[in-house]
Each structure stands twice: as structure tokens, then as C-alpha cells.
């Protein structure tokens, strides 16, 4: 499939051309940093697959997609899942959110191939990659007008604060963000972070000491309730 990758973010452009790259049944063709620059290119050109921003300045994703005049087959992707009902109203394959793992890019692919090609035998997309899926050590999270790509070494602890939480890092700044602490706690229990406190995820790496039903994480004292107590003690052999 040919395909174009359409976001205003360098880092999240850098990381789908990773991943295309991965895929031997796509052909990344041209990538754009805005939407506008790129709809003569979609008029005039045969592609087979968008991977489309929705939050870009000026000219959003929609914006796109309802002024070219070819459609190609779209997997929108987005830090915000607001979009979703109206994504796929448009007819999209799929719809990513921030950060998107490779697994679930390579899913989408699947279902852009059944769509363009029910007769193909897809299972062959993931057959034939030649090279593994990487471990993802980092992710995009939305801060004011930008997605800041966070490394998950350099997380220090978050701390939940109703609908967004605080992101606090090893360069004694945090970050905020509008996201919940349960989708965070769903991504990060697979990274060596653990969840100790309806308030708090921590990554355990950065632990310094542990006193009764506090963890020294830097210099700040993090409750430990009793409703995480034992899981958190297990997944450290306390």
C-alpha cells in the first residue's frame, strides 16, 4: 500500500516512518507537516493509506479529509480520543491515540488491507516484518499546545489530580497533563512503574527507601494505602 503520513509533530512523523519502515506491504511516498500542502498532492497522486493527524493548526485533520476530492483509505491519529465517533463517521479504518505502540499500528495495517483487499491473505503483513517490534520506552503526552515526548527512565513519580495529573521528572520539573491516572497506570505497570496510591504511580527504579507506608522517591514522602499495600510489597518481595 502507498501510503502518506500527514502531522504537524516531528517526533510522531519520525516515529510512524519507523514503523512503516517495519512493514514490508507499505510504501511511505511523502510525509507533510500540514494538512494544507497536502491536499493537491492527494488529488494528484494514487496513495492508498493516510495516516492523518486531527489536531494540527489552521487546517485540522477533518478539515483535510473533508476537502480532497480522492479518498483514500485514513487511520487517524491523535493524542485525544474525542475525535473517535467522529473519525470513524468519516469513514476511517482506524483510530490511534498517542503514543501508539507497534502492535497496535501494525493492527490498523491489517485492517486497511482487508478493506483495500478482502481477498488478500493479510496474515502475511506481520509474517513477513522484518524486523521485531522494539520495546517502547517513551510516550507522547499532551501539555498546553504541544505533545511532549516523556522517557519513562526519566519519570520520577505522577501524582493524580482529578482530570489531570502531574508528571514529575528527573530534572526536578513536571509536566501537565490532561489524562487519567488509570489509563497511566494500564500503560506504565509493564515499565517498572507501580500504582500505591489512588494518587500516585511510581516508578520503582527511583525508589530510595521505603518507611512503613512511605516511599522516599528525590526528596518527597509518597503515601502508601493500604488498598495497594500488598500488591506493591509482592511486586517488590517485601
Known amino acids: 500500500m502507498k501510503c502518506v503520513i500527514i502531522d504537524d509533530e516531528p517526533l510522531a512523523v519520525e516515529l510512524l516512518e519507523d514503523f512503516v519502515g517495519k512493514v514490508d506491504s507499505l510504501e511511505l511516498i511523502s510525509t507533510f ?5 497536502a491536499v493537491s498532492f492527494i488529488n494528484q497522486n494514487n496513495v492508498d493509506l493516510i495516516f492523518l493527524d486531527i489536531q494540527m493548526p489552521h487546517f485540522s ?7 480532497i476530492e480522492k ?7 491523535t493524542a485525544y480520543s474525542d475525535y473517535a465517533v467522529e473519525g470513524f463517521n468519516l469513514g476511517a479504518v482506524d483510530y490511534l ?3 501508539i505502540p507497534f502492535h497496535r499500528f501494525l493492527k490498523s495495517v491489517v485492517r486497511a488491507q482487508q478493506v483495500l483487499n478482502p481477498a488478500a491473505n493479510v496474515q502475511a503483513i506481520s509474517e513477513n516484518t522484518t524486523v521485531p517490534e522494539l520495546e517502547q520506552d517513551f510516550m507522547f503526552v499532551r501539555a498546553e499546545y504541544e505533545n511532549v515526548k ?8 505522577i501524582e493524580g489530580l482529578k482530570d489531570y495529573v502531574k508528571i514529575y521528572t528527573t530534572d526536578n520539573k513536571f509536566t501537565l497533563t490532561l489524562i487519567s491516572l488509570i489509563k497511566l497506570e494500564n500503560l506504565l ?14 516508578n520503582i527504579k527511583h525508589v530510595k527507601s521505603i518507611q ?4 522516599l522517591i528525590s526528596d518527597k514522602r509518597i503515601p502508601i494505602s493500604e488498598s495497594y499495600k500488598n500488591s506493591f510489597f509482592e511486586r517488590i518481595n517485601l
Open 33 to 37: 507537516n500540514n494538512a494544507i500542502d
Open 61 to 67: 485533520g477533518i478539515d483535510f479529509l473533508n476537502t
Open 71 to 77: 479518498k483514500p483509505l485514513v487511520i487517524f491519529t
Open 97 to 99: 491515540v498517542k503514543p
Open 150 to 157: 516523556m522517557n519513562f527512565a526519566d519519570i520520577l513519580f
Open 189 to 202: 505497570s509493564s515499565k517498572g512503574f507501580s500504582r500505591i496510591h489512588r494518587s500516585y504511580i511510581i
Open 212 to 215: 512503613k507506608n512511605k516511599v
